[in-house]
């Protein structure tokens, strides 16, 4: 079955950097879209980023003021966010996703396959 599934969060402080991974299988990754997601508590699903499936297209939110990086290897089946300068607003449960809906890409319903997500608590 198509399956996509993220790691690499956990509770981090003020400041810090973290990578979050994601692992596709079950499906032609190199042919999909990848996006990462979040949602805080008591707030809708937001998107974060996305990347084109060569790589070559990518996407941020305007609010993550360039700490945020999406990139992907193909070879590996797996896409990551690379989150620099944590902010307490950065807390969420973060969500990767694949699709092929290319001009939905930055929005959820362009996804079709969803990970189970990875909390990230930023402390201050």
């Known amino acids: 079955q198509p399956q996509v599934v993220e790691s690499g969060g956990g509770l981090v402080q003020t400041g810090d950097s973290v990578r979050l991974t994601c692992i596709a299988s079950?499906?032609?990754?190199?042919?999909?879209?990848l996006g990462w997601f979040r949602q805080a508590p008591g707030k809708e699903r937001e998107f974060v980023a996305a990347?084109?499936?060569?790589?070559?297209?990518?996407n941020y939110a305007d609010s993550l003021e360039g700490r945020f990086t999406i990139s992907r290897a193909n070879g590996l089946n797996e896409g990551y966010l690379q989150m620099n300068s944590l902010k307490s607003d950065d807390t969420a449960l973060y969500y990767c996703?694949?699709?092929?809906?290319?001009?939905?890409?930055?929005?959820?319903?362009?996804?079709?396959?969803w990970g189970q997500g990875t909390q990230v608590t930023v402390s201050s």
């Open positions: 990347i084109s499936w060569s790589g070559a297209v990518t």
């Open positions: 079950g499906f032609s990754f190199k042919d999909y879209n």
């Open positions: 996703a694949a699709g092929v809906r290319y001009f939905q890409r930055l929005k959820a319903a362009g996804y079709d396959y």
